[in-house]
């Protein structure tokens, strides 16, 4: 099972999930299908059909990504990746410096 994270206004899917995400952007809703797996947002542009009120309905449409596309996807991919993991090193060492700042209270 994945889980598929799309925009609401049009359908694009933006990331697909292994597990069900706790909290997505306000603008985005999540589907569970077996039709794709992680990663395939890469390959494929994916769509999926919305229902009047934004909502998916499970059906998807899916084309094939060209390489050079493919390849700026991962590296956006990669690169969202490394600036969360950096955000909270320093949310981390902010808060080693808050504490030694105040004296180790």
Do not use: C, R, W
Request: charged residues 20%; hydrophobic residues 40%.
């Amino acid at each position: 099972m994945a889980y598929l994270e799309y925009q609401k206004s049009d359908g694009y899917v933006v990331t697909i999930h292994e597990t069900e995400p706790t909290s997505v952007v306000a603008e985005h809703g999540v589907i569970a299908t077996d039709q794709f797996k992680v990663n395939d947002e890469f390959t494929y542009a994916i769509y999926a059909h919305l229902n009047p009120d934004g909502t998916a309905n499970g059906m998807f449409g899916a084309v094939q990504q060209a390489p050079a596309a493919q390849y700026m996807l991962q590296q956006l991919a990669d690169k969202d990746a490394k600036i969360k993991d950096l955000e909270a090193q320093l949310a981390t060492t902010q808060e080693a410096l808050d504490f030694l700042i105040m004296g180790g209270m």
